[in-house]
């Protein structure tokens, strides 16, 4: 991995606090990967290999059933998806792909285990980063749950205008399909 992009990890919420020999061991032997849109990344059922961050573009967390497909979330820079599957070592429970370019950092699984039993201020960053991720999935369900269709649009578009700047203005980062179930 180059300097410059060594740097660039250690400065993600997640590596901030732990110390220097277990980030180096978490980074030995992963990579920062640069794909371009539409790029399948993790497949539901699978076992997972690697523990992916976001560090540029956009990812499409998504779920498949008999033939049907439906968007669970979609993340962008900087977060990781699926930690639970990574921590637990156990399946995925949805799919990933890249929605344009992206840059995704990829640590192999069995380090970020190690790490995470060794490193107080990595375990804290980690149960933080699984508490937010809850945080996002509890308010998607109640979303859906509770709001007829025109509210879940406009509280999207209001939430995306936020993220962009709040400028009153949105542009979508990906086609209109995976807009949210409205």
């Not at 997640?14 to 399948?40: A, E, M, N, S, V």
């Not at 976001?54 to 033939?67: P, T």
């Not at 820079?77 to 995925?92: G, K, Q």
């Amino acid at each position: 991995m180059r300097r410059s992009e060594r740097e660039i990890i250690r400065k993600l919420p997640l590596f901030k606090g732990i110390t220097d020999g277990h980030f180096d061991r978490l980074i030995r032997d992963g990579f920062l990967q640069r794909f371009p849109g539409r790029t399948d990344l993790i497949a539901e059922g699978d076992i997972p290999d690697f523990l992916h961050i976001v560090v540029d573009g956009i990812v499409e967390l998504f779920a498949s059933y008999q033939g049907r497909e439906t968007t669970i979330d979609i993340v962008r820079p900087v977060t990781t998806f699926i930690l639970a599957a990574v921590i637990r070592d156990e399946v995925y429970l949805k799919s990933a792909r890249t929605l344009g370019p992206s840059r995704i950092l990829m640590i192999p699984a069995p380090a970020v285990r190690e790490v995470f039993g060794r490193d107080g201020a990595f375990a804290r960053a980690v149960v933080n980063e699984l508490a937010l991720r809850y945080r996002v999935i509890v308010r998607t369900l109640k979303n859906e749950r509770l709001r007829n269709g025109t509210d879940r649009l406009l509280n999207w578009i209001l939430k995306e205008d936020r993220t962009q700047g709040g400028r009153g203005r949105v542009k979508l980062s990906f086609d209109n399909e995976r807009l949210p179930r409205c």
